[in-house]
């Protein structure tokens, strides 16, 4: 999971309808990466259709698992639920790069769980749930190489 510190200024495309994705990422500040649990992460998409309206949106869910609980992590994600302008960008399993919260200011971290686990093998950690509202579906980045940074434009790949 990638998380910028500060909102996207813009986005540059290639290629065309079926095989358009972002090809830049403008702005300033850092882009920063957080470890997730393996296997335990998740999101979906859902598609909202009025058609009496005419109207299209989508409801992205971001589920992210961490196996630490630190005052640092905490903190950070205490901040981002009160911003309310969360963007962020997902590689899943199979090494692709999704954008999330391009439209309407981004989204919101709508909860967030620590556990401090009862037995030594529980598990201590966070869960983080980023929640975005979106004219658009997200949005695939074309990454070569597994270099997300070859992809921004201003923005600074960080580790948390």
Excluded: C, W
Excluded at 141 to 158: E, Q, R, T
């Amino acid at each position: 999971l990638y998380i910028f510190s500060s909102p996207i200024t813009g986005v540059t495309y290639s290629g065309t309808g079926d095989t358009q994705k972002v090809a830049t990422i403008g702005g300033s500040g850092d882009l920063v990466e957080f470890q997730l649990y393996r296997g335990g992460s998740n999101f979906t998409e859902a598609m909202a259709a009025d058609p009496a309206q005419g109207t299209v949106v989508y409801t992205q869910t971001i589920n992210a698992m961490f196996r630490d609980y630190t005052a640092q992590l905490r903190n950070q994600f205490s901040l981002l639920a009160k911003s309310g302008t969360v963007q962020a960008v997902v590689r899943t399993n199979t090494d692709e790069y999704i954008l999330f919260g391009l439209n309407f200011n981004g989204g919101d971290a709508t909860a967030i769980t620590f556990h401090s686990g009862t037995a030594y093998a529980d598990r201590f950690g966070a869960d983080v749930v980023l929640t975005f509202l979106q004219k658009e579906a997200a949005s695939f980045i074309a990454v070569s190489n597994n270099d997300l940074s070859a992809a921004l434009n201003g923005f600074h790949l960080v580790a948390a």
